[in-house]
């Protein structure tokens, strides 16, 4: 895991949309990368009590991923976890504004906390794997031709 806090335009806007919640310690910087070569892409991950969340700048899109501290589990998208830990209200995973991210994790910060703690993460996992399932069967979908 790389540790590496690397400045860039993305952190700083990262730092700005996430203020309420790295002030208060909710969520610290844990590692950021910047590759000015390649459209500026970059990633900031933050940490919580229980959870990792990488946000991603890719071509100039920003996507929002999550997964439990301290575990390798596979990032998911952020709408996927926020849904497997009971958040409700919560749309179509894809593109997010860090304010939105921001708002989102904030409006759902002990979800989170609880659903990806150590006591909590079996049951989550089971929901996010029946998530999954569906988020594939979509894809799937959408992608069928007509023969």
Same mark, same amino acid.
């Given at each position: 895991?790389?540790? @590496?806090?690397?400045?860039? #335009?993305?952190?700083?806007?990262? &730092?700005?949309?996430?203020?309420?919640?790295?002030?208060?310690?909710? %969520?610290?910087?844990?590692?950021?990368?910047?590759?000015?070569?390649?459209?500026?892409? @970059?990633?900031?991950? %933050?940490?919580?009590?229980?959870?990792?969340?990488?946000?991603?700048?890719?071509?100039?899109?920003?996507?929002?991923? @999550?997964? #439990?501290?301290?575990?390798?589990?596979?990032?998911? #998208?952020?709408?996927?976890?926020?849904?497997?830990?009971?958040?409700?209200?919560?749309?179509?995973?894809?593109?997010?504004?860090?304010?939105?991210?921001?708002?989102?994790?904030?409006?759902? %910060?002990?979800?989170?906390?609880?659903?990806?703690?150590?006591?909590?993460?079996?049951?989550?996992?089971?929901?996010?794997?029946?998530?999954?399932?569906?988020?594939?069967?979509? @894809?799937? &979908?959408?992608?069928?031709? #007509?023969?």
């Amino acid at each position: 895991m790389n540790s @590496a806090i690397v400045n860039s #335009p993305f952190l700083a806007e990262v &730092q700005a949309a996430f203020r309420g919640l790295l002030e208060r310690g909710a %969520l610290t910087i844990k590692w950021s990368t910047y590759d000015k070569e390649a459209f500026g892409n @970059a990633e900031v991950v %933050l940490g919580g009590h229980s959870l990792l969340v990488r946000l991603v700048r890719d071509r100039g899109d920003v996507f929002a991923d @999550a997964r #439990p501290a301290g575990a390798s589990d596979d990032w998911r #998208p952020l709408e996927r976890v926020l849904c497997a830990v009971g958040a409700e209200s919560i749309h179509a995973e894809g593109l997010l504004s860090l304010v939105e991210a921001a708002r989102l994790i904030n409006e759902h %910060l002990d979800a989170l906390n609880i659903g990806l703690s150590s006591e909590e993460i079996a049951k989550t996992r089971r929901i996010l794997e029946k998530l999954d399932e569906e988020a594939t069967k979509r @894809a799937e &979908q959408r992608w069928e031709r #007509p023969g």
